[in-house]
């Protein structure tokens, strides 16, 4: 059941009032750093800045909503990029049901919580029905007939679902595709190729006691690799659980947007987070350095609220959107990077090694995925090689 945990009202241009409610401000209940809950903010609060429509998703919203001119604002922008802060707000709080962490915004979305989701409105799919399941939703989006309530962030094509795994245990889910397999253009193949070595990388990781989004590959009945990775920031069919992304946490924090490493260690000296926290970034940032994964942003990296005793008050989340982007296609699909050799990581520290025998480990199990292209499995089979040296 939802708990109001304050009001916010908008003063003027990038001014907000937030009143807190009793529970969120008394200490029992504030699990959030002292100051950072208060009632004057210039600019969004920190703790909403995730819920902004952005990515793939953000985009199939904004053009929906564009199509329907009255259901939110007839002046919304088409492109999200062009939307500013009160009409950001809007959006949220017209359809803001299934947004990234546990809040929800205004009434409204607090109805279509209750009243359309996610048994009316994505009624939850049979596991075995996936494969066909997942193909009709992607022609669904495509062809405008789903609306992607949803601002889960990231440039690659995705949609969620609400998964039966049997007669009383569900989960929700965000599930990547592929392009369709007939006549796959080289951009297609490599974007397949991408997608099929993320699951190996994140599985690396859960295998090694690194804790990483559960993902399952699945081929779909129309020819797509489907991603399938269960939401961490859910509990079952309706449960919500804290999210909030390095980015947000930074703003507030620092102010600037470092790099993993660098920002880890801001948190760390403010005492936000822990020492084994920072330890598993540090691996993780070498990880993602030795795969190739060249998107290492504050949008990739996310923490929940802590439930320990003393003073840190952010726990990492598991890793996500793990995998090498420097191969991936330029923005127009027609040119694909050649093979890149991975140079040394810039930090010394104990935990490189091991995550250079993960990144070995990881380019080994892709060398010898016959899912993939020969092109791919052949860069692999030498970053493999050079890592191990």
């Known amino acids: 059941m939802p708990q109001l945990d304050g009001t916010l009202t908008v003063l003027e241009a990038d001014e907000y009032f937030f009143a807190a409610c009793d529970a969120l401000r008394s200490g029992d209940d504030n699990r959030y750093p002292d100051g950072w809950i208060r009632t004057h903010y210039e600019g969004i609060p920190w703790f909403l800045q995730d819920l902004r429509p952005q990515g793939y998703l953000g985009r199939a919203l904004a053009q929906q909503l564009s199509r329907q001119p009255t259901f939110v604002d007839p002046s919304l922008p088409e492109h999200i990029h062009h939307w500013n802060d009160d ?116 599985s690396v990781l859960t295998e090694h006691g690194i804790p990483a989004a559960h993902t399952e590959l699945l081929h779909g009945s129309d020819g797509r690799w489907f991603l399938e990775s269960t939401r961490f920031d859910r509990d079952g069919a309706r449960g919500r659980l804290p999210l909030f992304s390095l980015r947000s946490i930074l703003l507030e924090a620092a102010g600037d947007l470092p790099g993993w490493v660098s920002a880890a260690e801001i948190l760390y000296r403010d005492k936000l987070i822990h020492q084994d926290t920072l330890e598993r970034i540090i691996l993780l940032d070498a990880y993602g350095h030795f795969i190739g994964n060249t998107d290492r942003h504050s949008g990739n990296l996310s923490f929940t609220l802590s439930d320990r005793s003393d003073s840190a008050q952010f726990d990492l989340a598991p890793a996500y959107d793990m995998l090498p982007m420097q191969y991936a296609p330029e923005a127009q699909g027609a040119l694909l990077p050649d093979f890149r050799s991975i140079q040394a990581y810039p930090i010394a520290h104990e935990l490189v090694s091991m995550a250079q025998d993960l990144a070995t480990l990881l380019w080994s199990n892709v060398a010898q995925d016959s899912r993939l292209s020969k092109s791919f499995r052949e860069m692999a089979i030498t970053h493999a090689e050079n890592l191990f040296r």
């Open 87 to 202: 009409q950001m707000l809007r959006v949220i709080t017209r359809v803001g049901n299934d947004l990234p962490g546990h809040f929800l915004i205004s009434s409204g979305s607090i109805k279509r919580f209750f009243t359309l989701s996610p048994t009316t409105e994505s009624p939850a799919i049979d596991a075995e029905e996936r494969i066909h399941a997942y193909a009709q939703e992607v022609l669904n989006l495509m062809e405008g007939q789903w609306i992607p309530y949803s601002s889960a962030g990231g440039e690659q094509p995705k949609l969620v679902a609400h998964i039966a795994d049997g007669p009383i245990r569900s989960r929700q889910v965000i599930v990547k595709f592929s392009p369709p397999a007939q006549a796959p253009s080289p951009a297609d193949q490599r974007w397949c190729d991408l997608l099929i070595t993320e699951h190996h990388a994140l």
